[in-house]
């Protein structure tokens, strides 16, 4: 089912989220659910919280769309390592039509539980390092907005409130 992807300034998108304790069928269902919507939408990633559930789940494709899916579900995913720097442009399905140059490491090394409850490891560069940082960020209440310069954050804001119509 294609849920609805909550946007900035949702006050859901701040809250952290809980670790999934057990794979139950609802989790299955959030994940296909979580898939379903990235695909719609279209995404290369998605985090629980974007659809309002405050569980530690995260969907990744970074796949061409000309290509099959290589699709990665992360449950309680933690970056366990991570390296280099990048500096690249990012959006959010959460922050329509707005991009920006974020910070990030340029290597990750993530754990985390796959479907079927395996611990995995994805060692993780470029792009898809820096989808498993944005997502996992979402995990903790942060919007990529949250990691520009004060200036730049307080232009984004603006840029948002006249967008919703309230000109401040």
Same mark, same amino acid.
């Given at each position: 089912?294609?849920?609805?992807?909550?946007?900035?300034?949702?006050?859901?998108?701040?809250?952290?989220? /809980?670790?999934?304790?057990?794979?139950? #069928?609802?989790?299955? %269902? *959030? =994940?296909?659910?979580?898939?379903?919507?990235?695909? $719609? @939408?279209?995404?290369?990633?998605?985090?629980?919280?974007?659809?309002?559930?405050?569980?530690?789940?995260? /969907?990744?494709?970074?796949?061409?769309? #000309?290509?099959?899916? %290589? *699709? =990665?579900?992360?449950?309680?995913?933690?970056?366990? $390592? @991570?390296?280099?720097?990048?500096?690249?442009?990012?959006?959010?399905?959460?922050?329509?039509?707005?991009? /920006?140059?974020?910070?990030?490491?340029?290597?990750?090394?993530?754990?985390?539980?796959?479907?079927?409850?395996?611990?995995?490891?994805?060692?993780?560069?470029?792009?898809?390092?820096?989808?498993?940082?944005?997502?996992?960020?979402?995990?903790?209440?942060?919007?990529?907005?949250?990691?520009?310069?004060?200036?730049?954050?307080?232009?984004?804001?603006?840029?948002?409130?006249?967008?919703?119509?309230?000109?401040?």
């Amino acid at each position: 089912m294609i849920r609805t992807i909550l946007t900035y300034p949702n006050l859901e998108l701040k809250k952290k989220s /809980a670790p999934v304790t057990v794979i139950s #069928d609802s989790v299955r %269902e *959030l =994940i296909r659910d979580m898939t379903e919507t990235m695909y $719609d @939408a279209p995404g290369v990633g998605l985090a629980a919280p974007q659809i309002g559930v405050h569980q530690r789940v995260i /969907a990744i494709d970074i796949s061409p769309k #000309d290509q099959p899916p %290589e *699709l =990665i579900v992360a449950i309680n995913p933690i970056i366990v $390592d @991570a390296e280099g720097e990048s500096y690249e442009e990012e959006g959010c399905l959460s922050v329509p039509k707005y991009a /920006a140059n974020v910070r990030r490491h340029s290597r990750v090394v993530v754990k985390a539980l796959d479907p079927e409850g395996i611990e995995r490891t994805w060692e993780a560069d470029d792009l898809l390092a820096i989808a498993f940082q944005h997502e996992i960020d979402h995990l903790d209440g942060i919007l990529f907005v949250d990691h520009l310069s004060v200036l730049k954050r307080e232009l984004f804001q603006r840029k948002a409130r006249k967008a919703a119509g309230d000109g401040k």
